[in-house]
């Protein structure tokens, strides 16, 4: 088993860097950035620096707090409001995935597939992985969960490392060597195992519902990949994901945390795409392979607006804030859209190199993240 699971994930990487190199060969050449007057004012109000993040990194909120990492295993805290550093620790190891956080353990898994945890900095236990991740570890209920590109998921005691449980499922070899879902609904563990997303006891790992966003499509097994890619948007009892390259969609859940608990696909589209989704109760953001901004609205998935004014420019996952939608894009600008119709109201820099994750939200304040290991946080108004 060990054999197989290791060849798994070499296959699913190689996969993903095949698909991916293609695109890259094929692109034309970015969007100009377009002439506006801003119709909002915004600001940054803090930055912060690591080395650098050569991995899909997941930035952290918890208690007012952001927690990120970078690619030298650094993981480090930071108060939303201020940008004053709470604390810092190191993984001891270049990083693969991170970071999950609970606020006071943070999680993170290095190239050697080795999983880290630290409390508050100081480095608490570490175990060998069965396979590579990319997933950022799921820190909640003193319990660490991790998900490999082989689709197995794990969970391991936060205080001491002890493995609780390991759940596997029958799939397709070739797995996707990029951020799948994990995620907490109530006292649910959702995770991504290829297009389907299963809830899961959180205690025992046994399968509360499962739901299929979409079914795999194609004449080979490269272009049949469409495993769910994270993180998840979550909107009451709905939970929306994008299948590589594929789909778009969003489950319905009810009977929450129990064995009434159920999962229905209340809409699927069809749409390509890389980037995990953003928005909220009403609209649904995310970007294709050719980084057309679209919104559909989150009750039947009816297409609201496409914006195509930024083509090409490597968009990040979106992120809804108030009457705007957050991407950054290869040169490390940041375009605040107009989530009513997609114009452009603001547009502000950073460093220039690729934002490198999904802005995240705390309070007022939204954090985006550079390539070179930037940390800008900005207040729209």
């Not at 939970?239 to 809409?267: D, H, K, M, P, Y």
Request: hydrophobic content about 45%; charged content about 20%.
């Amino acid at each position: 088993m060990r054999h197989r699971v290791a060849g798994w994930a070499v296959l699913g990487l190689l996969a993903a860097l095949a698909v991916l190199a293609g695109c890259a060969a094929d692109k034309p050449k970015p969007t100009g950035l377009e002439v506006f007057t801003p119709q909002i004012a915004g600001r940054q109000v803090w930055s912060a620096s690591l080395a650098s993040v050569q991995f899909p990194l997941a930035v952290a909120v918890r208690d007012g707090n952001f927690v990120v990492a970078g690619t030298d295993g650094t993981v480090l805290a930071l108060e939303a409001q201020s940008g004053r550093e709470l604390w810092r620790g190191q993984a001891g190891a270049k990083l693969s995935a991170g970071v999950g956080s609970d606020g006071r353990f943070a999680a993170v898994v290095t190239t050697d597939n080795e999983l880290v945890v630290l409390d508050k900095g100081a480095r608490l236990w570490s175990t060998r992985l069965g396979s590579r991740t990319s997933t950022a570890p799921l820190v909640a209920g003193e319990r660490v969960f991790v998900i490999g590109v082989d689709r197995v998921v794990h969970a391991f005691d936060a205080l001491d490392g002890r493995r609780l449980w390991t759940f596997q499922r029958a799939g397709e070899a070739l797995t996707l060597a990029q951020p799948s879902v994990l995620a907490a609904y109530k006292n649910t563990l959702v995770a991504g195992i290829g297009a389907v997303m299963v809830g899961l006891d959180p205690t025992t790992g046994s399968v509360r519902w499962e739901a299929a966003l979409t079914s795999p499509r194609g004449t080979n097994e490269v272009e049949r990949l469409n495993d769910l890619v994270g993180p998840v948007l979550r909107a009451g009892d709905t939970l929306c994901a994008r299948a590589f390259q594929t789909a778009v969609g969003c489950i319905a859940l009810s009977g929450a945390g129990n064995a009434t608990e159920r999962a229905t696909v209340r809409w699927s589209r069809n749409a390509g795409g890389q980037q995990a989704l953003g928005g909220d109760a009403e609209l649904v953001f995310g970007a294709d392979a050719t980084d057309r901004v679209s919104a559909w609205r989150a009750g039947a998935g009816e297409l609201a607006w496409t914006h195509d004014r930024l083509l090409y420019r490597g968009l990040s996952a979106p992120l809804a804030t108030g009457k705007t939608v957050m991407l950054g894009d290869f040169e490390g600008q940041v375009h605040f859209l107009s989530r009513e119709d997609g114009k452009t109201l603001l547009r502000l820099p950073t460093d220039g190199s690729p934002v490198a994750a999904q802005p995240v939200l705390s309070g007022s304040t939204a954090l985006v993240v550079t390539r070179k290991g930037g940390l800008f946080a900005f207040r729209p108004e």
